[in-house]
């Protein structure tokens, strides 16, 4: 019997010190995070080496739906960053009838002629070939579908970014916005 109950004491403390463990990584995170998403903090945990790399990454997400829409109409990022942009496709409408990606234009495209140039493009995933007008793209995806893409945010200033699946956007768009 006293040896019973000692294993069990010492149970009991290997126990909690695993709780503590635990408790500790998560005040960890906490302070870490600073308003990041939990995701970019699991990220930043699980590569020490990486960990000063990705002070210079913004996590953006953006989602669409069924509804032709984004979530999202303005995204605001600091000039400098790294932005790693995951969009969602949270509806479950085939890319064929309603894909989406996520294209940022530079300044001065006017979205009405980029998206007629677009809609040519079908065979490139909407995207006009040889274009100028694209700073940034993810591929087009259908429902259930995510793709995540990286890009150096461009100079201060306001961009726009659309969807260029046909007739998309002039619904789905919205400003980029990049601040000192
Ligand atoms: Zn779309």
């Not at 995701?39 to 080496?49: F, G, H, I, M, R």
């Not at 969807?163 to 000192?180: N, Q």
Request: some cysteine; proline content about 2%; glycine content about 10%.
């Amino acid at each position: 019997m006293k040896f019973l109950s000692k294993s069990i004491l010492v149970l009991g403390a290997v126990a909690m010190i695993a709780c503590g463990d635990k408790k500790e990584e998560k005040e960890d995170k906490i302070t870490i995070g600073d308003g990041a998403s939990p995701q970019s903090q699991t990220t930043t945990k699980s590569s020490e080496s990486g960990t000063s790399a990705d002070e210079d990454v913004v996590e953006v997400t953006i989602e669409g739906n069924d509804q032709m829409r984004f979530n999202k109409d303005e995204i605001r990022v600091k000039a400098g960053k790294t932005v790693r942009l995951t969009l969602k496709h949270v509806g479950e409408m085939e890319k064929s009838v309603m894909g989406h990606n996520w294209v940022l234009l530079t300044q001065g495209t006017v979205i009405n002629e980029f998206g007629q140039k677009a809609v040519q493009a079908k065979d490139n995933d909407y995207i006009p070939e040889g274009t100028d007008a694209v700073i940034a793209h993810t591929k087009m995806i259908g429902g259930g579908e995510e793709v995540t893409i990286e890009f150096e945010a461009p100079e201060a200033g306001e961009y726009e970014f659309i969807c260029s699946f046909p007739g998309h956007y002039s619904v789905m768009k919205g400003k980029f916005i990049v601040e000192e």
